[in-house]
């Protein structure tokens, strides 16, 4: 089993920044990647950004790409993202979630971090 973390949460103005982080414990060596996942009121689950542990590669839904920055420390099991140019469009619960053999499947799940953006 993997454990996650979240914490970084919080309300903030509309163009403003907020770091979230993640802190993974356990079985971390099954890990092959990592990301962050986003759920609105009334809407389903969404990812918004991965990383795959080894490569350091990473992956952006469009609507996030160039505002959004996700990274990962592999020494100290963690996963950043780094949110700027908020929208209240963003608002949402943010979950990080890690993968254990495919690298877009996730297995382990946080329990969430509330983001308010107020307009």
């Known amino acids: 089993q993997v454990q996650l973390v979240e914490s970084g949460g919080g309300l903030v103005q509309a163009g403003g920044s907020l770091r979230l982080s993640c802190v993974a414990s356990?079985?971390?060596?099954?890990?092959?990647?990592m990301g962050w996942f986003r759920q609105a009121p009334g809407k389903g689950r969404e990812f918004i950004a991965g990383v795959r542990w080894s490569s350091g590669d990473t992956y952006y839904v469009d609507s996030v790409k160039g505002r959004f920055t996700i990274s990962r420390d592999n020494a100290k099991n963690t996963v950043d993202l780094q949110m700027d140019s908020l929208k209240p469009e963003d608002t949402a619960v943010y979950s990080c979630?890690?993968?254990?053999?495919?690298?877009?499947?996730?297995?382990?799940w946080g329990q969430g971090t509330q983001v308010t953006v107020s307009s």
């Open positions: 356990g079985r971390t060596f099954d890990v092959v990647a």
């Open positions: 979630a890690a993968a254990r053999t495919t690298w877009n499947i996730y297995n382990y």
